[in-house]
């Protein structure tokens, strides 16, 4: 199976901070990678498919990049509604079970 | 838009089965697929399986392939999962999400609201 492993597992940040999150992949995945934020008492939404491209919808803010095992999330400029858990996925039809990292929960400095 | 309603919360006791269904509109349902991921409590998102609504073709995590059934009604746009043999670590909610599946993805791109189901005796 492949295991997909985030850092860091909380972030602390204020509002209007650039932050990024990292999701690696134990082999290559090619860039079958989505994001996915999630909040309390929430289901997950998703922001990023294909490692870059933005869900319709999603704050141009939210931006993903990386291909192969390495990926990252960025949000440009930290709202006070950005403030949540997030997940990365890899959905490589060849390569199930379909794993999450373990969330990256991103918290109010 | 696109909606997947799920059914309410369940409690069972150990061993016994529970079947959450999962009923969606605003969409062709045919053309995408269901996956099922639960989150126990405080902990992250597990990816359980996901069944075709084309042609009921499934995948299932290995964790839960000999005790899980997923399926489909096409005739009310609706799917169900089925877990056996219940045991107090499966407490968890459990998500329905629509998938859209290629030839080299399966995506989950909307989810349900979520099902709690407490295992307790």
């Known amino acids: 199976d492949i295991q997909m492993t985030q850092s860091p597992s909380t972030l602390s940040a204020s509002v209007g901070d650039r932050v990024t999150i990292t999701c690696r992949a134990s082999q290559s995945i090619s860039s079958w990678l989505a994001w996915y934020q999630q909040k309390p008492g929430k289901a997950p939404k998703l922001l990023i498919y294909k490692a870059s491209s933005l869900e319709s919808g999603v704050p141009s803010r939210f931006s993903g990049s990386g291909s192969g095992t390495e990926f990252t999330l960025t949000i440009s400029s930290l709202q006070p509604d950005d403030f949540a858990t997030y997940y990365c996925?890899?959905?490589?039809?060849?390569?199930?079970?379909?794993?999450f990292g373990q969330g990256t929960k991103l918290e109010i400095k | 838009q696109v909606q997947l309603v799920q059914s309410g919360a369940e409690v069972k006791k150990p061993g016994a089965s529970v079947k959450v269904s999962c009923k969606a509109s605003g969409y062709t349902f045919h053309i995408y697929g269901i996956s099922w991921v639960r989150q126990a409590p405080g902990q992250g998102l597990e990816w359980m399986g996901w069944?075709?609504?084309?042609?009921?073709?499934?995948n299932y995590a290995q964790k839960v392939h000999d005790r899980v059934s997923m399926t489909t009604d096409t005739s009310t746009s609706t799917a169900y999962m089925e877990l056996r043999s219940l045991r107090s670590d499966d407490t968890a909610v459990y998500y329905c999400?629509?998938?859209?599946?290629?030839?080299?993805?399966?995506?989950?791109?909307?989810w349900g609201q979520g099902t709690l189901v407490t295992v307790s005796s």
């Open positions: 996925q890899q959905y490589h039809t060849f390569s199930p079970p379909y794993t």
């Open positions: 069944i075709s609504a084309y042609n009921g073709k499934t």
């Open positions: 999400a629509r998938t859209d599946a290629g030839g080299d993805y399966v995506l989950i791109d909307y």
